[in-house]
């Protein structure tokens, strides 16, 4: 009776993918959700592949699962993932539903899924991962996902027994979970910009777990992130297995060492938070056995993906379409650090609005009070434009921050914005949110219309 209801499940599922596709519509929850409607325990009865790899973690993991799905198929593995899909139970068990044939036989070799912190309980013992890659554990939306630690014991709870672990040693608080997993680690070895006194505003880890005494840093990179020691008890920082040790931005590559032995990768992207979720891909990699010459084949041809990340000339001016997500004050604060510490004059366009609950109201503003918007308080720094509903409350936030008023220009329509921009500027930074991407795509064809006709006028503001 129960693999009836199965297969029922996975027959509807599967019919109602193909429908949705002959209207052209998105498909990428609703074949799970009729599935999970009809045999709730549809992750567990589905046959998995041979493999099953998850990435979970607070920032980097459609980056980082998006990275793992490609290799492997790159490699010539059959490989099924959720990257156009929801990565919640419904996304899931959409992917498994490509999965399998009609009779239920798997007909990929792998499953890589990205899957959500938050639903990995729904997800991870139904599915029992053979690798997880945890990327990192930070403040994300208090409303979503209230503390860090909440989801620490999420993950610590549901996270099968027998699935190896890939962490992050720099990221104190993931680095901690699931004591008795077999797991290996990776990190970047201290860095030229790193410090040893937290300068952020959010920093969830600054005690020892051990005996609450206040934790010192070999190096801190940023928020919790960094090598820690505990003078009192001992306490330390896991011994990483995979060591990135040299970043050459002029020649764009890394260097990761492993088992004795020192290889360069070309950098897919050359913000530190890419740079990790790189050295995640690479460290599982090898310990799947992919050939590291297909790894490194592979990541030359790639870059992160243009929903995330894209780069642009038009003129003299570098256009840098980037998202710094909203509600999660740590991601947002590394695009902020980022964009702050690029070289040269710029300016910076933010439309970070939750564009899914813009009609009632923003979820919860105050998330920006816990974001480093102080990072774009620099001389460098020509103007700050603020679009959209909530253009005011990041001008108080950025007066607060020190950004001198003159610098500062709201527009609450987002086109209308487009005509403030100083086109004089050798580095334009447009920054949005997940659900304000189609939106800032339009945003960055005017600015580029805008900035070509400036570059044909000879160079003169309007
Ligand atoms: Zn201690």
């Known amino acids: 009776m129960k693999r009836l209801r199965y297969f029922v499940a996975l027959w509807a599922s599967k019919s109602a993918y193909i429908l949705l596709r002959l209207l ?35 920032n980097g993991k459609t ?18 993932s959720n990257r156009y899909g929801s990565n919640i139970n419904t996304g899931v068990a959409t992917a498994l539903t490509h999965s399998v044939n009609v009779f239920g036989k798997p007909k990929t070799e792998i499953l890589a899924l990205e899957v959500d912190e938050r639903f990995s ?32 014991s999420i993950l610590d709870t549901y996270v099968p027994k ?7 040693a720099d990221c104190l608080q993931s680095s901690q979970l699931l004591k008795d997993n077999e797991k290996v680690f ?50 330390k920082s896991f011994e990483a297995k995979y060591h990135l040790t040299n970043i050459d931005y002029e020649k764009q590559e890394i260097t990761v060492s492993f088992d004795g032995k020192s290889d360069t990768y070309p950098m897919v992207n050359r913000t530190l938070y890419n740079i990790y979720n790189e050295l995640a891909a690479i460290s599982l990699m090898n310990e799947f056995g992919v050939d590291i010459k297909k790894v490194k084949d592979y990541l030359m041809k790639i870059s992160v993906t243009e929903t995330r990340y894209k780069e642009g000339i038009v003129g003299k001016t570098s256009v840098i379409r980037t998202m710094a997500k909203g509600q999660n004050s740590v991601s947002c604060s590394r695009t902020l650090d980022f964009v702050g510490g690029e070289p040269g004059e710029k300016s910076v366009f933010i439309m970070i609005d939750d564009l899914f609950e813009r ?10 009070y816990d974001a480093d918007f102080e990072f774009l308080n620099t001389p460098e720094m020509k103007q700050v434009i603020l679009a959209g509903p909530r253009c005011y409350d990041y001008k108080l936030r950025l007066l607060i ?39 800032a ?22």
Request: glycine share 4%; with cysteine.
């Open 401 to 439: 921050a020190g950004l001198p008023e003159e610098k500062i220009f709201c527009e609450e329509d987002e086109f209308k914005a487009v005509k403030l921009i100083d086109k004089d500027v050798s580095k334009f930074y447009l920054l949005h949110d997940t659900s304000t991407y189609d939106l």
């Open 63 to 80: 980056t980082t699962t998006n990275m793992v799905a490609d290799i492997l198929s790159e490699s010539g593995y059959k490989v099924v």
């Open 162 to 168: 027998n699935t190896k672990l890939i962490l992050n």
């Open 121 to 152: 309980r729904l997800i991870l013992p139904f599915i029992k991962p053979d690798y997880l890659i945890v990327t990192n554990l930070f403040r994300d939306s208090i409303k979503r996902n209230a503390h860090p630690e909440y989801i620490f």
């Open 359 to 368: 009609k009632d109201s923003s979820e919860f503003i105050g998330w920006i």
């Open 186 to 235: 990776f990190s970047i070895d201290r860095l030229p910009t790193d410090v040893t006194e937290c300068v952020n505003l959010i920093n969830d880890f600054s005690t020892c777990p051990v005996c609450d005494e206040k934790l010192k840093f070999n190096y801190l990179r940023y928020h919790h992130i960094g090598n820690a020691f505990c003078p009192s008890c001992g306490f």
């Open 24 to 58: 052209k519509r998105n498909a990428t929850m609703f074949p799970g959700r009729v599935a999970l409607k009809i045999c709730p325990d549809y992750l567990a009865q589905t046959k998995k592949s041979p493999n099953v790899i998850c990435v979970t973690g607070t």
């Open 441 to 462: 795509c339009e945003v960055e064809e005017m600015v580029i219309a805008e900035l070509k006709a400036f570059n044909e006028k000879g160079g003169e503001q309007k």
